[in-house]
């Protein structure tokens, strides 16, 4: 974009579906800010530097990191989803783009500007966030931060509460001098584990898992991790029957699918089990790319900060894993798919937005790949970086091993500014049978910890060998052998720092290793 508007200098935006041609007449609603930052956060994860890409046209290696300062809307005070926006319509798409600026700052540390704008950005949701906490309700649809007044038009979108708890404890750890944003992660939890209702309106509130288990883990509070993973997964109580139709009687089941469409497993996927496709013939479920891929982002890593959720997590990631590659057209017959011929002759690698339980054009059975575009008639095709932008998020955690069908998962790649931690990987066993698993050695002669369990599952300085039971998880730390161990407060460390949040207290299979004293010299 060379016009310069707002921002001053030339940006770039990526178009978030297939084929609408006039997506580029109005430059400034061409592109979002979900889609655009999701595509390069995806990019940090997988190890390219985003700050110094080669693009068509352009001599020199180019800072794409830097150009998404644009969606910073001055007057607003945030990141919003498109240039020139204004908030006050929904707070998943306003958001968003804040808890994306923060990982790129996390990821891209050189970019001052970027960080600088996340800073005041932050500051301005801690404004809205403290008042939301002193009226004592955050079930509205957005927030208007210019006229600073919550607003609700036609529907709410109460797990709010979740993304800014996340965005206030990321900017925390940031910027720990600044007691406002640790003030309103802990008002925001407290609200959020005050409701009795199920407040998941898209997927913010998987950050409200994260955001509770990190603030129960380092600060000792107590909110109930397990009843906000269990809203991700159940049926969410703020949806009906089409997302903004609250009648309770006709919620459209969003949260995580089940079992099988037609033929084929659909486990894991994020979306509707009875949406409204198109006639009650027709009706069933509908289960979306970008909010599967991006529920991995918060829940692996929260993990590593409560352990009770690790097999749960765990097995949802292999469903979700094995079902997600049914987004993409070379995974479907081309009869269960609405835009084969465009995908045989461009690209496989840009999944369809959804997938349908039934042809939503026939009533015959599914799965079918489609999207809103031709279903709602805006667009000619329903593949779009839009619902891929994230899956970098699952390309960057999942990892195969030798084990048929046993994933190894990294819990600390999506955890941003985090306090120094050792390797974890997340381990769960499908099978019917143990599974043998090898995990290649660290670098060091390490042992390593099982945070589920409570054990030593090895000590080597080459790879180790693991056997996992069935439907276990194994929570794998990888500890070097030369620090010392030591015990406090529920806590496991090595050296000074922290291996496992909730260890038992001091036993031989502890002292095994060493002293049960806390050593605070740095590792």
Same mark, same amino acid.
Not at 92 to 99: D, G, N, Q, R
Not at 133 to 151: E, G, P, S, T
Not at 240 to 264: E, F, M, Q, T, Y
Not at 339 to 354: C, L, M, Q, R, V
């Given at each position: 974009?060379?016009?310069?508007?707002?921002?001053?200098?030339?940006?770039?935006?990526? %178009?978030?579906?297939?084929?609408?041609?006039?997506?580029?007449?109005?430059?400034?609603?061409?592109?979002?800010?979900?889609?655009?930052?999701?595509?390069?956060?995806?990019?940090?994860?997988?190890?390219?530097?985003?700050?110094?890409?080669?693009?068509?046209?352009?001599?020199?290696?180019?800072?794409?990191v830097r150009m998404q300062e644009a969606y910073f809307a001055q007057e607003e005070g945030v990141f919003l989803n498109r240039i020139g926006w204004q908030s006050g319509g929904s707070f998943w798409y306003e958001l968003t783009p804040s808890i994306l600026a923060g990982a790129l700052v996390a990821a891209y540390p050189g970019e001052e500007t970027l960080a600088e704008k996340w800073h005041a950005s932050c500051r301005r949701w801690a404004e809205a966030a403290r008042h939301l906490w002193q009226i004592n309700d955050f079930n509205f649809q957005a927030y208007d931060l210019?006229?600073?007044?919550?607003?609700?038009?036609?529907?709410?979108?109460?797990?709010?509460?979740?993304?800014?708890?996340?965005?206030?404890?990321?900017?925390?750890?940031?910027?720990?001098?600044?007691?406002?944003?640790?003030?309103?992660?802990?008002?925001?939890?407290?609200?959020?584990?005050?409701?009795?209702?199920?407040?998941?309106?898209?997927?913010?509130?998987?950050?409200?898992?994260?955001?509770?288990?990190?603030?129960?883990?380092?600060?000792?509070?107590?909110?109930?991790?397990?009843?906000?993973?269990?809203?991700?997964?159940?049926?969410?109580?703020?949806?009906?029957?089409?997302?903004?139709?609250?009648?309770?009687?006709?919620?459209?089941?969003?949260?995580?699918?089940?079992?099988?469409?037609?033929?084929?497993?659909?486990?894991?996927?994020?979306?509707?089990?009875?949406?409204?496709?198109?006639?009650?013939?027709?009706?069933?479920?509908?289960?979306?790319?970008?909010?599967?891929?991006?529920?991995?982002?918060?829940?692996?890593?929260?993990?590593?900060?409560?352990?009770?959720?690790?097999?749960?997590?765990?097995?949802?990631?292999?469903?979700?894993?094995?079902?997600?590659?049914?987004?993409?057209?070379?995974?479907?017959? %081309?009869?269960?798919?609405?835009?084969?011929?465009?995908?045989?002759?461009?690209?496989?690698?840009?999944?369809?937005?959804?997938?349908?339980?039934?042809?939503?054009?026939?009533?015959?059975?599914?799965?079918?790949?489609?999207?809103?575009?031709?279903?709602?008639?805006?667009? %000619?095709?329903?593949?779009?970086?839009?619902?891929?932008?994230?899956?970098?998020?699952?390309?960057?955690?999942?990892?195969?091993?030798?084990?048929?069908?046993?994933?190894?998962?990294?819990?600390?790649?999506?955890?941003?500014?985090?306090? %120094?931690?050792?390797?974890?990987?997340?381990?769960?066993?499908?099978?019917?049978?143990?599974?043998?698993?090898?995990?290649?050695?660290?670098?060091?002669?390490?042992?390593?910890?099982?945070?589920?369990?409570?054990?030593?599952?090895?000590?080597?300085?080459?790879?180790?060998?693991?056997?996992?039971?069935?439907?276990?998880?194994?929570?794998?730390?990888?500890?070097?052998?030369?620090?010392?161990?030591?015990?406090?407060?529920?806590?496991?460390?090595?050296?000074?720092?922290?291996?496992?949040?909730?260890?038992?207290?001091?036993?031989?299979?502890?002292?095994?290793?060493?002293?049960?004293?806390?050593?605070?010299?740095?590792?």
């Amino acid at each position: 974009n060379e016009t310069k508007a707002p921002w001053g200098e030339t940006t770039f935006g990526l %178009p978030s579906y297939v084929g609408m041609r006039n997506q580029w007449g109005v430059f400034g609603n061409a592109h979002e800010g979900i889609v655009t930052m999701g595509v390069l956060l995806s990019g940090a994860l997988l190890g390219h530097d985003m700050t110094r890409r080669a693009v068509p046209g352009s001599p020199e290696p180019v800072n794409l990191v830097r150009m998404q300062e644009a969606y910073f809307a001055q007057e607003e005070g945030v990141f919003l989803n498109r240039i020139g926006w204004q908030s006050g319509g929904s707070f998943w798409y306003e958001l968003t783009p804040s808890i994306l600026a923060g990982a790129l700052v996390a990821a891209y540390p050189g970019e001052e500007t970027l960080a600088e704008k996340w800073h005041a950005s932050c500051r301005r949701w801690a404004e809205a966030a403290r008042h939301l906490w002193q009226i004592n309700d955050f079930n509205f649809q957005a927030y208007d931060l210019r006229k600073k007044q919550a607003v609700v038009r036609r529907w709410r979108e109460p797990d709010a509460a979740a993304g800014l708890a996340f965005l206030m404890q990321m900017a925390h750890a940031k910027w720990p001098e600044e007691q406002a944003f640790s003030n309103e992660t802990r008002h925001s939890l407290d609200w959020l584990s005050a409701q009795d209702r199920n407040p998941n309106y898209e997927f913010l509130a998987t950050f409200g898992v994260y955001a509770a288990a990190r603030c129960n883990a380092e600060e000792g509070t107590h909110y109930d991790v397990g009843k906000v993973f269990g809203w991700c997964f159940e049926d969410s109580a703020v949806r009906g029957i089409g997302p903004h139709l609250k009648d309770p009687a006709k919620s459209d089941g969003w949260g995580v699918v089940n079992g099988r469409w037609g033929d084929c497993d659909v486990a894991g996927l994020v979306g509707v089990s009875r949406g409204a496709l198109s006639t009650p013939k027709m009706r069933g479920g509908y289960a979306f790319a970008m909010e599967t891929f991006a529920y991995a982002w918060p829940l692996v890593a929260a993990a590593r900060y409560d352990n009770r959720i690790a097999r749960a997590v765990g097995k949802w990631m292999h469903a979700a894993a094995h079902s997600a590659r049914l987004f993409y057209p070379d995974q479907l017959p %081309p009869a269960k798919q609405s835009d084969w011929a465009w995908a045989s002759k461009h690209s496989t690698a840009i999944p369809y937005e959804g997938l349908m339980e039934k042809n939503n054009r026939t009533g015959e059975p599914g799965p079918f790949a489609s999207g809103d575009p031709s279903n709602q008639g805006w667009g %000619p095709i329903n593949l779009g970086i839009y619902g891929g932008a994230l899956s970098g998020v699952f390309g960057a955690i999942v990892k195969p091993t030798p084990a048929a069908g046993v994933l190894a998962l990294d819990t600390r790649r999506t955890d941003f500014f985090a306090k %120094p931690s050792f390797p974890t990987t997340l381990l769960y066993n499908p099978r019917f049978e143990t599974a043998q698993v090898t995990l290649p050695a660290v670098g060091e002669p390490t042992r390593v910890w099982d945070a589920v369990a409570n054990r030593w599952i090895g000590d080597a300085a080459s790879d180790i060998e693991i056997a996992i039971g069935p439907d276990v998880a194994v929570l794998a730390t990888f500890i070097p052998a030369r620090l010392k161990l030591g015990f406090e407060h529920g806590r496991l460390y090595a050296g000074n720092i922290i291996a496992d949040y909730s260890a038992p207290p001091p036993a031989p299979s502890i002292q095994k290793y060493g002293p049960t004293t806390k050593e605070t010299s740095t590792p």
